[in-house]
């Protein structure tokens, strides 16, 4: 039987989500009134007046639909990637066999203690070479690549579990490599795959420092966030905005996928638990 | 229908040899069963066949033709899992069908010949339904569905009923005897049930630590064991071994009598082997007394269990009612035409060798 959770933790659990929530609320509040009446606070009630003009001028005054659909576009190519190429890896390095196996392994997943930082400079000056400098490539290479460490180690893990007689029942079906891995292994990996699809949907739309430095024309919502409030503007509600549209999706993404996380492993092979 | 051959074939894991130089013939259309104790390599034989294991040293011949290098799909095998492997996102009728699917044949084709199998394993209710909302029996049955859909040339079955209960594991046993007679195949089967062993097969490949021991039709091994380890084996409950020294006229029981046996080396020490059902009860020219422990009453049949004075457990058959309860001592014949001698190492001493 399960007991009833204690009052005391509903109200520490309430009270963490309320503080969590209040930023938002602000930002949120921020970008409907004036910025005159907001100087001392978005909280202040001296002087209440609602305003949808900050909504209505930041599309004329920034390229934010450009960002928007920029960004849209990178994150759902490098999502899509990852999500194909790294359970494909995992399969290959969990399943098949072919020389130097472990060792490349092991260098792929120890992209993990490098930080982004380090290759920035290497990286521009082969994009620069390459002239793939301002080319979606140049992000889009590295949002795959980078995320190679940690997304192959997850489905790898995953598949840790994944019963091996489903594979040998493919290989007696007829399936070669490719496509046991398309129809056996990728359906029942979806939860895994999903987490992952998730954490780098998330880390590719809010990425700043490669766009930012790789990008001049096309550039995503995150630099251009930074450009609206790199001015000495009086321009509060209009950085409120730009904020929202920038989270907004990340925020939607995250709720409807949410589940995803919890799902449990469905590859039980059908034997009686 | 194939038949199958295996020429000195070997198996090993780096340095631990699993199969030790195997040879063995399973004739077309035959139902073959491999038993022994756990860890001997009937799997893995199994799966060298099926072409999920490589084969070390040696060649497989399938219909004349050597695969050793070949796919399970141009062996022409088809294999049931013990855990029925089943796909769980794809639907019974997907499971049935997909080997089907992936070589490549019509939609059409492949609906019928899917109707045909669910109808031969009677679960045509079944075809909408996901492997997770299936029964053990039903799900082995689409596992059994998924292999003959292919019409394969060797089915291959790796103790397919063990994870069922007893009661299922018998009917099911029934049907696969069935599907055998109805469908001719050549059927490869592992089991470590010597049940199944005997009433499935028309010949029982005896393996232990990677040599096949005996092979043989089930009454063969039953009656004529070559060894302590077959005569063990083969059987439920299993064949009685009792100590005993060699004489000039045959061998001396340590419990007591002497068997008069001609033909037998004149010493030694020896196991005298007697099957449960060999004893005569209360006469024989040779008879030993049994202290019983237990009476097993199974309605025709009952099984004392008990031991001699000599300190062995025997096990004695006994088919009428006469009476006999636990605590009671009971003098047992032993007929010497019925009974076997093994040497201590396991080897069969026969007469007039
Ligand atoms: N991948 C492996 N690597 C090393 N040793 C293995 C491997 N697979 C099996 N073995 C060994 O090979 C031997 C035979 O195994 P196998 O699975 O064929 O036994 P089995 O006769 O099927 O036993 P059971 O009745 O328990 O299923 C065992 O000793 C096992 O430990
Ligand atoms: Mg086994």
């Known amino acids: ?273 | 229908m194939a038949t199958v051959t295996l020429n000195n074939v070997s198996k090993s894991y780096g340095t631990l040899e699993v199969i030790d130089n195997l040879n063995l013939q399973v004739e077309d259309g035959t139902f073959t069963v491999f038993v022994g104790p756990s860890g001997c390599g009937k799997s893995t034989l199994l799966r060298m066949i099926a072409g999920l294991e490589p084969i070390t040293k040696g060649d497989l011949v399938i219909d004349g033709r050597r695969v050793n290098e070949a796919d399970p799909i141009e062996r022409g095998v088809a294999m049931v899992f013990q855990n029925y492997a089943l796909y769980p996102h794809m639907t019974v009728e997907q499971n049935i069908g997909f080997s089907l699917r992936m070589a490549g044949l019509e939609k059409s084709d492949i609906d019928a010949r899917v109707a045909i199998a669910a109808q031969t394993l009677q679960i045509e209710p079944l075809l909408k339904r996901k492997p997770a909302q299936l029964s053990g029996g039903q799900r082995q049955r689409v596992a059994i569905g998924r292999a003959i859909v292919r019409d394969p040339e060797v089915f291959l079955f790796d103790e397919p009923l063990s994870n069922l209960d007893a009661e299922l594991r018998v009917s099911m046993r029934v049907e696969i005897a069935k599907l055998h007679n109805k469908l001719g195949s050549t059927m490869i089967y592992v089991t470590h049930d010597q049940t199944e062993a005997m009433t499935l097969a028309d010949k029982i490949v005896v393996m232990r630590d990677g040599k096949i021991e005996q092979s043989g039709s089930p009454d063969d091994l039953y009656d004529n064991p070559d060894n302590l380890f077959v005569a063990g084996f083969i059987g439920s409950p299993r064949m009685n071994f009792l100590r005993a020294d060699l004489t000039a006229t045959g061998p001396r029981l340590v419990a007591g009598p002497t068997l008069s046996m001609a033909g037998l080396p004149s010493q030694g020490e020896v196991l005298v082997g007697v099957r449960p059902e060999h004893f005569l009860l209360g006469g024989g020219d040779a008879s030993v007394a049994v202290k019983v422990d237990v009476v097993e009453n199974l309605g025709g049949t009952r099984y004392l269990y008990g031991a001699t004075i000599s300190g062995e457990n025997v096990v004695v058959e006994v088919r009428d009612r006469p009476g006999i309860k636990a605590g009671d001592t009971v003098h047992v014949g032993i007929d010497p035409v019925r009974s076997m001698i093994f040497r201590a190492t396991g080897e069969r001493l026969r007469q007039g060798h």
């Open chain 1, 1 to 273: 039987m399960i007991g009833r959770v204690p009052n005391w933790i509903v109200w520490v659990v309430g009270i963490i989500a309320c503080i969590w929530v209040i930023p938002i609320i602000g930002i949120v509040v921020t970008s409907v009134r004036p910025p005159a009446d907001v100087t001392l606070g978005w909280w202040r009630l001296d002087n209440i007046r609602f305003t949808l003009d900050a909504w209505m001028r930041v599309w004329d005054e920034y390229p934010l639909a450009n960002a928007f659909w920029t960004t849209l576009w990178i994150t759902l190519i490098g999502t899509g990637a990852t999500m194909l190429l790294t359970p494909a890896a995992a399969y290959a390095f969990h399943f098949l066999k072919f020389p130097f196996r472990r060792t490349i392994l092991v260098i792929i997943i120890n992209a993990f203690v490098l930080p982004v930082q380090v290759v920035v400079i290497p990286l521009f000056q082969l994009w620069r070479d390459t002239g793939l400098i301002d080319n979606i490539l140049a992000v889009l290479i590295p949002y795959v690549g980078l995320s190679f460490a940690w997304s192959i180690f997850l489905v790898k893990n995953f598949m840790e579990d994944f019963p091996k007689e489903l594979i040998e029942a493919g290989k007696i079906d007829g399936c070669g490599p490719l496509a046991t891995f398309w129809f056996v292994v990728l359906p029942n990996s979806l939860s895994a795959i999903f987490a992952v699809g998730i954490l780098q949907f998330l880390w590719c739309w809010n990425s700043l420092l490669l766009p930012m430095l790789y990008l001049r024309t096309t550039i995503p919502l995150p630099v251009l966030l930074t450009r609206v409030s790199g001015t000495y503007d009086l321009n509060w509600d209009l950085r409120s905005v730009a904020a929202i549209v920038t989270t907004i999706v990340p925020l939607f993404v995250f709720l409807i996928f949410q589940r995803q996380f919890a799902a449990g492993s469905q590859t039980r092979t059908g034997a009686k638990e």
